[in-house]
């Protein structure tokens, strides 16, 4: 650890205490006011033990807390920085004495890159619940399937969260929230599981990708909210936890799941004081109950508890029932206001409820009966505002609530102080954290908040206000894009996601207002595409181009956004190629009618990619001379340079791979100065796909060290992006195949990990032979017992998708890892098959190369040599080196065999000798030796 003034560094952060700002590399890293305590007083140490002691004394110096929110609050510090910092731990512990912050990073026991799942949500400081939460953890140690059941209000998502915090950082497994409270019905279970593990698809293949992802790590689900669809959980749990082996689930229900190996911890209230207890200050504050009480009104008004005011505050406690979230609204009549006083509204307000509901048990209706309490007692601008509010999904702004308060004639003043009252009086909760103060409203706070707004008539009013909201802010974000980091728009855009879905429900779904419904489906497009919802950006684009013909709609652009938006969003997706060129050309049209130059390159360019990736390129060179028409027309350098990618795709199509490079090399020099999160005008990373073709192509044009150094900037500038697709395309197309290439089956099977998470992500179901072919040819690679028959398998998932994914270079690594491996058949087939559908000109040399293997494998030897011969020229023709090498190795290895080594030597050494770099790679390897042995 280094200290510099106010600065203190550790690994790639940067810590500025007096500031409260913690960095790395340039990045700011947001941190909760409790986790922020701690890291400041485990660096002013220095890398010295600090005691929990003094840990307590820095996070929480008003107030006694128990040992678990040390423990939250470390492991919430924790995962934020392996956040940032995936591979190391810098936070270390003394069991029972205390923790330290180390600089001498330390690996941890899985360095597994996780997909970007809901984190769980930030505590506050948890009362009175020790017992129950070192308990919860034991009980998840030892079943797979936890429900925390209780009745609303009885604090079971702090609980479960508080517990998911600690198991996580003690056992490893990556804690996932889903938040199932605003999920209409069962149907939506799945995908929402799906949505919060950062999987985009829909449907009937949701649990499968799922099932998929979970299966390959240590995981935790946390299922909040579960009980108005619980026979849905349960089959799904039921699922998930037959097909895994390392998951745990953790649910909370107001009624038991009824699912298989459901282990039911029943949640109790708080502990209050029996009435003929002592009634000093110090004997009620022995009980859970007061001790959250007391806490939450002395962070509110600074209430200090006297003796005077124990028996009131006991008996507050008593008439609440323990309910954790009934005792924090009552905490905030404290205020300037005595206990008994309060004791007094609290009898009143139930004596008057229960005549009205006489039936069934007072422990049931305390929540309602609080919630009812509590909104009785606000002044009316509190209430229309909390009824207003309702309406967001997620966290909200002050802007937003005086946006959606007009729908109510509410002026922004009246706002402002309104959300102050209801801040004091615990009807919202607020984030100081993340920057500009943020809002939110407890899930039974809204539920009550909204039906008393549609009880009010103000439904409609309100969601009209809310979805023009959503369309300001979509717009606003739209133009500050191109200048925020990639982790901050992604944030972003993973904050709005939840309303505007709501709004579009209510727009367009629901024909409420249809231009406005289409407006918000076309704004939301860059928002899909960040977070990879391309099944849901379908689904949207479909339905608002269904309605637009109807409507009186004066926007020409609107349509041709929408018809751009679903062809790119269809273009890596779907499997029918007529069915897609068809869309693209229709997209096309439209931008040609509207004289739309930068739409018609966004859907040329996607329709030329399309049509570059499964080698379809009868009719590229007129859709690339058209893509350069269009790029010309935008004036814009990125269109050029994606115009300059695609050609070169093409010209290496054509065997010309050493121009290819050059090419490459000339956009790659001209992009260095412009950000990395820029997006292209297609739905790809401009740079990553740029960076990603020079890296394969350094290989090819016989840079074998530049392209390991190009391959490992480029993964590291794919995963920081965040973009699914992006990283898909960089792995599958360049990245793996280039390491296998070079024999780096280490990096390779990394890479392979990711790449198979991202196509479960994010749906992509037509680039799973892809994965296929990778993991077979590794699983052959490193094991003498491989089943030869999941090469064939693999061969046959690429082949039968060759006209959509199936680039010729994947069949060539497949045929020669069935070779080396002595499955001579199995690789005369598949050369058999490519050789009748006909190489494609950049590949001929490799494929007669490994043809003259099998040759030779047979004891044809005059053949192979002819064929290797045959390779040589061919490669020297279209200028790859690296074909050319590999050839002429072979070939020097055959006539050293024939006792020709002489002229192997004088074949091999010159080559040998034009390399500069690489020289640990795979094939460099081989042919020194190969070169000692000839003397």
Not at 560 to 574: E, P, S
Not at 843 to 857: C, D, N, Q, S, W
Not at 871 to 899: M, N, Q, T, W
Request: charged share 25%; net charge negative; aromatic share 6%.
């Amino acid at each position: 650890m280094e200290e510099q003034g106010d600065v203190v560094s550790f690994g790639p952060f940067r810590l500025y205490p007096e500031h409260r700002k913690l960095f790395c590399e340039g990045a700011e890293v947001r941190l909760g006011g409790r986790a922020m305590d701690v890291l400041k007083a485990l660096a002013k140490k220095n890398g010295a033990l600090v005691h929990s002691e003094e840990l307590f004394a820095a996070a929480w110096p008003d107030v006694f807390v128990h040992e678990s929110n040390l423990k939250v609050t470390v492991a919430s510090l924790r995962r934020t920085l392996r956040e940032y910092s995936p591979a190391h731990d810098y936070v270390r512990n003394v069991v029972g004495r205390g923790y330290w912050l180390s600089s001498d990073v330390r690996p941890l026991s899985s360095s597994d890159d996780l997909p970007r799942s809901t984190p769980l949500p930030e505590l506050r400081t948890v009362i009175g619940r020790d017992e129950e939460i070192a308990a919860l953890c034991a009980t998840m140690a030892h079943h797979r399937l936890s429900t925390i059941v209780a009745a609303g209000g009885m604090g079971k998502t702090t609980v479960a969260v508080a517990a998911a915090q600690i198991f996580e950082d003690e056992t490893g497994h990556a804690a996932t929230f889903v938040d199932l409270a605003r999920v209409v019905n069962g149907e939506f279970v799945a995908s929402t599981i799906a949505a919060a593990l950062g999987i985009s698809l829909e449907g009937r293949d949701v649990l499968p990708a799922a099932t998929s992802l979970l299966a390959r790590r240590k995981a935790l689900l946390v299922l909040d909210t579960c009980e108005h669809v619980k026979s849905e959980v349960a089959r799904v749990c039921d699922i998930l936890l037959a097909d895994t082996s390392n998951l745990r689930v953790l649910a909370t229900s107001r009624q038991v799941l009824d699912a298989q190996h459901e282990h039911v911890v029943w949640l109790p209230p708080l502990k209050i004081p029996p009435r003929d207890c002592d009634h000093t200050v110090e004997a009620v504050l022995a009980y859970s109950g007061p001790q959250l009480l007391a806490a939450r009104a002395f962070e509110k008004a600074g209430y200090r508890i006297q003796d005077g005011d124990a028996p009131a505050i006991a008996e507050i406690c008593r008439r609440l029932d323990g309910a954790p979230l009934a005792i924090e609204l009552a905490s905030s009549r404290l205020k300037a206001r005595s206990a008994d006083f309060v004791l007094g509204e609290l009898n009143d307000r139930f004596r008057r409820l229960r005549r009205d509901d006489p039936g069934g048990p007072l422990r049931q209706q305390t929540l309602l009966m609080t919630l009812e309490w509590s909104y009785a007692l606000l002044t009316r601008s509190e209430a229309e505002v909390l009824r207003a509010v309702s309406i967001f999904s997620a966290a909200f702004i002050t802007d937003s609530a005086i946006y959606v308060g007009a729908a109510l004639d509410l002026s922004p003043p009246v706002v402002v102080e309104a959300i102050s009252g209801l801040l004091s009086k615990a009807m919202l909760s607020i984030d100081r954290e993340a920057g500009e103060p943020r809002y939110r409203l407890l899930d039974s706070t809204r539920a009550f908040a909204g039906d008393l707004l549609v009880a009010h008539g103000e439904l409609d009013r309100v969601s009209s206000r809310h979805a023009r909201r959503q369309l300001e802010i979509l717009e606003r974000a739209s133009l500050e894009q191109a200048g925020m980091a990639a982790r901050d728009w992604q944030m972003l855009c993973a904050g709005l996601v939840d309303d505007l879905r709501k709004a579009i429900d209510w727009a367009l779904h629901g024909r409420e207002d249809l231009l406005l419904g289409t407006r918000l489906v076309a704004a939301g497009l860059p928002l899909w595409q960040t977070l990879s919802l391309d099944l849901e950006s379908c689904r949207n684009c479909k339905a608002a181009l269904a309605e637009l013909d109807g409507i009186d709609c004066k926007d020409p652009s609107l349509k041709l956004n929408l018809a751009v938006g679903l062809a790119t969003a269809n273009a890596l997706l779907f499997d029918d190629p007529e069915k897609t060129i068809s869309m693209f050309q229709w997209v096309i049209d439209l931008a040609r009618e509207a004289s739309d130059a930068n739409a018609e390159f966004r859907a040329l360019g996607a329709l030329a990619l399309y049509a570059v990736l499964p080698g379809n390129r009868s009719n590229l060179p007129d859709i690339l001379e058209a893509m350069r028409l269009a790029a010309v027309q935008t004036n814009d350098p990125f269109a050029l340079w994606e115009h300059q990618h695609v050609y070169g795709f093409w010209e290496a199509g054509e065997g010309y791979l050493v121009k290819y490079h050059a090419r490459l090399e000339k956009v790659f020099a001209e992009m260095d100065d412009y950000s990395e999160h820029s997006l292209s005008k297609s739905q790809l990373n401009m740079k990553a796909m740029i960076r990603t073709g020079f890296a394969a192509s350094a290989w090819y044009a016989g840079k074998p060290g530049r392209a390991q150094k190009l391959i490992d900037e480029t993964l590291e500038m794919a995963l920081n992006l965040g973009h699914g697709l992006t990283l898909a395309y960089c792995l599958s197309t360049g990245l793996i195949d280039t390491l296998l290439h070079m024999g780096d089956y280490k990096k390779a099977a990394y890479g392979l990990g990711l790449l198979e998470r991202t196509i479960d992500q994010n749906g992509l179901g037509a680039w799973v032979g892809r994965a296929v072919c990778f993991r077979a040819v590794l699983n052959a690679c490193s094991s003498d017992a491989h089943d030869p028959a999941e090469l064939r398998l693999a061969f046959d998932s690429l082949y039968r998708k060759a006209a959509r994914v199936a680039h010729q270079g994947y069949l060539s690594i497949l045929a020669e890892t069935m070779l080396e491996n002595g499955h001579v058949d199995d690789a005369v087939e598949a050369l058999d098959f490519i050789f009748a559908r006909g190489p494609h000109r950049e590949m001929r040399p490799e494929f007669l190369r490994i043809k003259a293997g099998t040759e030779r494998a047979k004891g044809q030897i005059g053949e192979a040599e002819a064929r290797l011969r045959a390779a040589l020229r061919d490669a020297d023709e279209i200028e790859v080196p690296c074909f050319k090498f590999r050839a002429a190795y072979d070939l020097a290895s055959l006539l050293h065999e024939r006792g020709a080594s002489g002229e192997a030597r004088a074949l091999l050494a010159p080559l040998y000798g034009q390399f500069t770099d690489g020289f640990d790679t795979r094939d460099l390897r081989r042919a020194r030796d190969l070169l000692e042995r000839l003397g």
